[in-house]
């Protein structure tokens, strides 16, 4: 009986001990979740509705489908100054949605937590002279 007691107050300290700790996890910043790139990408698409105007790598329109999550996710985009490219970035659940992007010789691609932010926005810079990365990345639910 004593030692049914001792183990009962010792399951209760325990709990008493974390569930106080429960609600001060953080969550994580949308902005820093899933796999996500940065790149300068040419424009495609013949200017259609059926093949709009968009960056390499945005999926057109019908091939895009809000329940599925594979692919990209998400994207945000900024015209460059010379309206030849496009200062995109692309939010992807798996890195193998984004190897096509980091291994195309003809995109300037910089992959989160791989390469520097800040060396992603001075290459922005090159193509875009007022490019302000404060209001630039997609947040993906």
Sequence with gaps: MIRF????????????VVIPALPAQHRVDPRNMYERVMAVVPWTGSGTHADPRRPMYVPAPAQMNPSSRSGILGYQCVESDDNKHALCEFVAATPAALKPILTDPSVKA??????????AITEFKKYKKDFDATHFGVIVQ
């Design 5 to 16: 007691t001792r183990i009962r107050a010792a399951a209760f300290v325990c709990i008493a």
């Design 110 to 119: 910089f992959l989160k937590g791989r390469e520097k932010r800040d060396d």
